[in-house]
């Protein structure tokens, strides 16, 4: 069982920046893909990045958002630099200990999310 802790959230200003962190439960935390999602209101929840052994992002936030992870932590990272509105979103960490990317369905694990508001 892996428990997920989402944190960094708020409110800001277009330009600005945040990070968000995700603290992960459990020994075998390593072994773990580690993405990030969001969903905005009245939409699909939405890949935005994902690391293992490789990193995905999704294409609108390529350049502005990175994802990192800190193993003796057991915590990944997204920050988010140069947001948008269209930023505006719950974010949610997920964790799959199987192959996976883009799919929410592929991932086992989630927190319970953090809002994230990027006013123009």
């Known amino acids: 069982q892996v428990q997920l802790v989402e944190s960094g959230g708020g409110m800001v200003q277009a330009g600005g920046s945040l990070r968000l962190s995700c603290a992960a439960s459990?020994?075998?935390?390593?072994?773990?893909?580690m993405g990030w999602f969001r969903q905005a209101p009245g939409k699909e929840r939405e890949f935005v990045a994902t690391i293992r052994r490789s990193i995905y992002y999704t294409d609108s936030v390529k350049g502005r958002f990175t994802i990192s992870r800190d193993y003796a932590k057991n915590t990944v990272y997204l920050q988010m630099n140069s947001l948008k509105p269209e930023d505006t979103a719950v974010y949610y960490c997920?964790?799959?200990?199987?192959?996976?990317?883009?799919?929410?369905?592929?991932?086992?694990?989630w927190g319970q999310g953090t809002q994230v508001t990027v006013s123009s």
């Open positions: 459990g020994r075998t935390f390593r072994s773990y893909a």
């Open positions: 997920a964790a799959a200990m199987g192959t996976a990317v883009d799919d929410s369905r592929e991932y086992d694990y």
